[in-house]
């Protein structure tokens, strides 16, 4: 129990979290200004590395809906893009980002002393994720007038084949002269090859991370990574993300070895899947360490883990990693990982979160949580609720349906 009385235990890494962030943010502020480095915004699993290597700044979008979420201003401003015609059924990260910007507001502003988000040079997406991207960034390219570029990528993917590979890598060479025009800069192919190196570093650092998980008592949980996780998002690529998870990991291993779990008295492990529901964060952390219950550990958090980097060419390397993502593969692939997932951290049970606006990273709608628990013969929960759109979601029920799995677990049902 920490000294305010709340059953969370602070990382003292946050700290240093903090201060990387606000350089993050200082440095796309000064680049949209006077600086001289363009500015790219990219979805969260998109071609970073070629990106940074051509001298962009990167902006991603997703990370400013997750602030809007976490801020709980989300709520407010999705009905401003609804009045433009985008649906409350879409994407909650698109609709309430396209409402900051109509109503010129932005938790950038409080957190990092930004008076707007960074303008963008060039619009760069992948399909890999849903098609809400594409749209999202479209509506940027229309009232920014800046150029939109991307990738097209196939889903639902059983296998890897090398055709998939190769026409993904195709794709990314293709956008190079188009990039180069806008940097004002030839791509370097070294330069290239050690981002890539640099993001392929954060990336085994980042699964060390989550990694020390699987350990009993879990010196971090799903609501730690997902705030610890900034770095392997906007910073990959770049050197300071590794120094980042260096000194996390060293904090982690001395919980490891002190015995000292992010949960005291850990009983129950939980495995989350889905989308966190930023606004409730703090509220969901709270209510699971209170009952002594640990989730530790996540699909959402796991998807910035980018094997594929490995690959001596970057370009085949990053046709891979963005499309051996779990979120771009068949349902019978989610299933096998899933399984993996929970015999690896000892999982005693599951959320499945089905996050209304987010179909592509709800899992429950076709039978995958009722085939998980009989197979693996564990309990499960499905939270309807959203990533951002509070409205959507159910504070008491979700309360109860959180406390129903710890009882059925202690057998007091
Ligand atoms: S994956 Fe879901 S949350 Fe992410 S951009 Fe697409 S629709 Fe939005």
């Known amino acids: 129990m920490s000294r305010n009385g709340s059953p969370i235990k602070k990382l003292r890494s946050t700290a240093m979290l903090r201060d990387l962030m606000a350089d993050y943010y200082r440095e796309l502020d000064e680049a949209a200004g006077s600086g001289p480095a363009r500015v790219a915004w990219c979805n969260s699993v998109g071609p970073a590395e070629l990106l940074r290597a051509l001298g962009f700044k990167v902006y991603f979008p997703e990370n400013h809906g997750a602030m809007l979420g976490a801020t709980r201003m989300a709520t407010d401003l999705i009905p401003a893009a609804n009045a433009l015609g985008y649906s409350p059924e879409i994407c909650s990260y698109l609709t309430s980002d396209i409402g900051s910007y109509l109503s010129r507001t932005t938790p950038l502003t409080r957190a990092y002393g930004l008076e707007s988000v960074p303008a963008p040079d060039v619009l760069v997406y992948n399909t890999n994720q849903c098609r809400d991207v594409q749209d999202w960034f479209g509506f940027y390219q229309r009232e920014l007038g800046v150029p939109m570029i991307g990738i097209e990528t196939p889903r639902s993917l059983s296998e890897m084949t090398s055709d998939v590979v190769n026409d ?4 990314h060479r293709a956008l190079v002269p188009q990039l180069e025009r806008i940097a004002g800069v030839s791509l370097d192919p070294d330069r290239l090859r050690a981002v890539t190196a640099s993001s392929y570093r954060c990336t ?32 990959r690529g770049d050197e300071r993300a590794e120094r980042y998870y260096e000194a996390l990991l060293e904090e982690l291993r001395e919980r490891m070895q002190d015995g000292v779990g992010a949960v005291d008295d850990e009983r129950h492990r939980f495995y ?58 068949s349902e019978a692939y989610k299933q096998r990982y899933l399984e993996t ?73």
């Not at 966190?276 to 640990?294: I, M, T, Y």
């Not at 699909?299 to 490995?310: E, K, P, Q, R, V």
């Not at 599951?350 to 197979?375: Q, V, W």
């Open 341 to 413: 997932m929970a015999r690896d951290y000892a999982i005693d049970g599951f959320i499945f979160h089905n996050a209304k606006t987010c179909p592509n990273n709800s899992n429950c709608n076709y039978g995958m949580h009722l085939r998980l628990s009989k197979k693996l013969d564990i309990p499960h929960i499905v939270i309807d609720g959203d990533l951002n759109d509070l409205r959507l979601y159910s504070e008491e029920q979700t309360r109860t349906q959180i406390e129903a799995l710890v009882e059925q677990l202690e057998g007091v049902m």
């Open 168 to 171: 993904l890598a195709a794709q």
């Open 204 to 235: 085994e650092l980042w699964r060390e991370v989550l990694r020390t998980a699987c350990c009993r008592p879990a010196p971090l949980t799903f609501f730690d990574a997902t705030i610890q996780m900034g770095p392997a998002v906007v910073l």
């Open 272 to 329: 989350w899947e889905g989308m966190p529901v930023w606004g409730k964060l703090r509220d969901h952390a709270e209510q699971f360490a209170s009952l002594n219950a640990c989730v530790v550990a996540s699909t959402y958090c796991n998807s910035w883990i980018f094997d594929g980097l490995a690959d001596y060419d970057p370009f085949n390397g990053m046709a891979r990693a963005y499309s051996e993502l779990f979120i771009v593969r």
